[in-house]
């Protein structure tokens, strides 16, 4: 699933090649779940964008936008498998480009499109967002484009670590994590609280901050929860800045071997002998070194801690809706993410704010059955996978112009 550092990357080539232009052509498919399950359409959409001339780009955590000269802006969210393709350009990885047909690399618009939009500029920009299993949202958000940040679905979200810093600061991560009983990991992938961290993250944070993900967030120390923001902030800024190129990642970055649970081939240690384990509580999985990441206070009851085994081979029948920039098996991990747990009773929240918590569990808590095809079921509309353009070396972002602190 993409998260901070890959919604950054796409936010980047936005500002690269469509801010400043004016949309002359747009074509948005009537998918009543990409467009239909946030209140717009198809249609709507792409008449509140033809003729537009895009102002600029940003993002908060999981969510980017574009601003235009005039309202509605188009606000989005990758979902499980979206992205957003230019063409001409490498938007994806290099290591998806590679799986990619040469056939599939030239062909405009591109599979899976929900819209694809040309520009008035000689030569003409063509960007298209994809999203092979339709857990992308695309919405419109009627407001000044100063105020995005201050509409749902932005307002219900925490701050983004990175281009929030002046309201992410370590005291606010220690309010928030005295303020809940819940295992850390929980906390820092609640969007409510933090935006933009998953699984991937989540873990490398554990693991560089030396904590364990199960242990209760109000059971640190004062000099853990500054262990804990200093990794937040570290992971986070390197992860954006290299716009989540994992080839650029440092190479004691558990990252770099963690996947491949149950494979034949998985890693089963660190380089230096330190034993890789995972643990599952509440649905959740999380990838752990337990001879570096020590339990200093209570933890969650019930973890299960699993070994990772390979399994046995067995012959995988190709669903046709893999990503070309997420692989299934890398994956695996995010799909077990769950609602966090449940906060200790404290004010009701707004309609606004269980909406979105609506939306979030339900990107966030597909599990494996979701994701296996139903026999004889097809989507009207779908064809096979996401494609994608891949990778530019060139890194940017701006500070963010978020106008006022959310409430603690």
């Known amino acids: ?198 699984n991937w993250v989540g873990d490398e944070i554990m693991y560089q901050a030396e904590l364990h993900p199960e242990q209760y967030s109000d059971d640190f120390s004062d000099s853990e929860v500054a262990k804990l923001y200093k990794a937040i902030c570290y992971v986070c800024d390197l992860a954006v800045e290299k716009l989540g190129d994992s080839d650029q990642f440092p190479e004691d970055w558990l990252f770099s071997h963690r996947w491949g649970k149950g494979k034949k081939d998985a890693m089963t240690t660190l380089p230096n002998g330190e034993k890789i384990t995972f643990v599952t509580v509440g649905g959740r999985t999380s990838c752990i070194v337990p001879s570096r990441q020590k339990k200093t206070g209570r933890v969650a009851a019930n973890v299960k801690e699993e070994e990772p085994k390979p399994k046995i081979e067995t012959k995988k029948k190709k669903t046709g809706k893999n990503s070309h920039f997420f692989d299934e098996d890398k994956d695996s991990d995010n799909e077990q993410e769950a609602k966090p747990e449940a906060r200790p009773m404290k004010k009701a929240r707004t309609t606004a704010q269980k909406a979105i918590k609506k939306e979030d569990d339900e990107i966030n808590s597909i599990d494996k059955e979701d994701l296996k095809p139903k026999r004889g079921a097809r989507k009207a509309g779908e064809k096979s996978t996401a494609t994608a353009p891949a990778p530019s070396s060139d890194i940017g972002r701006r500070r963010s112009t978020r106008l006022s602190k959310p409430a603690s």
């Open 1 to 198: 699933m993409p998260e901070i550092a890959e919604v950054a990357r796409v936010t980047h080539f936005l500002r690269q090649h469509l801010v400043g232009k004016k949309i002359s052509k747009i074509v948005a498919q009537d998918d009543n779940s990409v467009f239909g399950k946030v209140g717009t359409s198809g249609p709507a959409f792409q008449a509140a964008l033809a003729g537009k001339r895009v102002v600029s780009a940003g993002s908060q955590g999981k969510y980017f936008w574009l601003e235009l000269d005039t309202a509605p802006h188009p606000v989005m969210h990758l979902g499980m498998t979206g992205w957003i393709h230019i063409r001409g350009e490498q938007t994806a990885y290099n290591r998806y480009a590679e799986k990619m047909k040469s056939a599939d690399k030239e062909a405009w618009p591109p599979k899976y499109w929900k819209f694809h939009l040309e520009t008035d500029t000689d030569p003409k920009v063509a960007v298209a967002f994809t999203d092979a299993r339709r857990f992308g949202r695309i919405r419109l958000v009627d407001c000044p484009g100063a105020e995005i940040r201050s509409n749902s679905p932005l307002a219900e979200n925490g701050p983004d670590p990175v281009v929030d810093r002046e309201i992410f600061t370590e005291e606010y991560l220690s309010k928030k994590m005295k303020g809940r009983h819940v295992p850390v990991k929980a906390l820092l992938l609640d969007q409510a609280m933090i935006s933009g961290i998953g």
